[in-house]
Nanobody
Framework: QVQLVESGGGLVQAGGSLRLSCVAS????????MGWFRQGPGKEREFVAA????????YYGDSVKGRFTISGDHAENTIHLQMNSLKPEDTAIYYC????????????WGQGSQVTVSP
């Protein structure tokens, strides 16, 4: 099993920035990709960003392109999400997730980190 632990959420005003981090532990050799999803109040879970380790490639959801940046350190099994130009609609619980292979879905999730953006 893989354990994922997020940190770094909080409250920020619109236009501000926050940085989320996620550390994976346990069976970390079984990680093909790591990513971020979010679920806002009354909304379905939404893909935010992801990266694959080999090759190192990043992916973004349309709503965050140009504002959010995902990065990671494979040796430390850690990923980060730098969130800039935050908007109230970015308010959500942000979840870190793991994907074992290229063909499988994300199947392990962290406990979530609350991000609240005030107008």
């Amino acid at each position: 099993q893989v354990q994922l632990v997020e940190s770094g959420g909080g409250l920020v005003q619109a236009g501000g920035s926050l940085r989320l981090s996620c550390v994976a532990s346990g069976r970390t050799f079984s990680i093909y990709a790591m990513g971020w999803f979010r679920q806002g109040p009354g909304k379905e879970r939404e893909f935010v960003a992801a990266l694959t380790w080999e090759p190192y490639t990043t992916y973004y959801g349309d709503s965050v392109k140009g504002r959010f940046t995902i990065s990671g350190d494979h040796a430390e099994n850690t990923i980060h999400l730098q969130m800039n130009s935050l908007k109230p609609e970015d308010t959500a619980i942000y979840y870190c997730a793991r994907k074992r292979t290229a063909t499988e879905n994300f199947d392990s999730w962290g406990q979530g980190s609350q991000v609240t953006v005030s107008p």
